[in-house]
């Protein structure tokens, strides 16, 4: 479906991306990871043909976005960071245009914006101003352009930033509905969405590729560690915590996380094969920082993220 290979493309003496090469097969969600500046949008802007690459290539359904970019456009539909809507317009006069825009044939015209329409669960709203609608119906009605005229690739570009969590729920099972019909490239940095929709994730960091797997193959990959979730009470010596765990045997890193006012919360990753609790509750109780809650998780995706992107060995 999907093959690039050593794309590359600068910004004056900036690396956007740097010799970028993978293959994505029909019918997968492939997700995009990476911090901001990583190469995201610049990867998804040529692969369609919005900017051309300084060097390398890529294929979509056999056309070369470099020689043959009408032909890739006709065959993806996009859905960038900036949702491109036109807000002065209705929602279904709006993916009529769209429509033409696309070249759908007349007689199809309406029972594909009515086809749209219903996938995208825009009932409630065809005849309204987009304008006036909510943020969580104006990204599906820029989802309903994307997928008018069905066509055979979705890319999206952070497609549930700055809606409300309902919306994401909304916007999330929707991409999981499209995806059971369709290859999608998602970006997001919402790591649990990624996890929940995507079959395979491409860890970007500095415009290069750094990883692509599975995220259970990941974690084979960093060696199986787990995490170990601590809740300490908020007592003179809890900020000091990590610092008086660092040194036992067994303990990888130590992240610091939240702190409320009655509660510190720390992550600790340990060895593969290794249980530190014990030692770490006895260190603890000699320091007397109580402990609210130990428990042991295998690597999230977040972990994963943050072990690739910072270089740290496990």
Known sequence: MIQVENLTRYYGHTVGVRSLSFEVPRGEVLGFLGPNGAGKTTTMKMLTCYIPPTSGTARICGFDIVDEPMEVRRRIGYLPEKNPL??????????????????????????????????????????????????????????????????????????????????????????????????????????????????????????????????????????????????????????????????????ISIRNGPVDSDKVHLSVESKPGSDPREMIIARLVEERVPILEIRSEELSLEDIFLHLVTGEES
């Open 86 to 251: 036109y807000k002065d317009m209705c929602v279904r006069e709006y993916l009529r245009y769209v429509c033409e825009l696309k070249g759908v044939s007349r007689n199809r015209i309406k029972s594909e914006t009515d086809r749209t329409i219903e996938q995208c669960g825009l009932e409630p709203v065809p005849n309204r101003l987009i304008g006036s609608i909510s943020k969580g119906f104006q990204q599906r009605v820029g989802m309903a352009q994307a997928i008018i005229n069905d066509p055979e690739l979705l890319i999206l570009d952070e497609p549930t930033l700055g809606l409300d969590p309902k919306q994401i729920i909304g916007v999330r099972q929707l991409i999981k509905t499209l995806g059971q019909t369709r290859t999608i490239i998602l970006s997001s940095h919402i790591l649990p969405e990624v996890s929940q929709v995507c079959n395979r994730i491409i860890i970007l960091n500095d415009g290069e590729l750094i990883a692509i797997d599975t995220p259970e193959n990941l974690r084979s990959r960093i060696g199986k560690s787990s995490v170990l979730r601590l809740t300490l009470r908020n007592v003179p010596g809890s900020s000091k915590a990590g610092e008086i765990l660092a040194g036992l045997d067994g303990v």
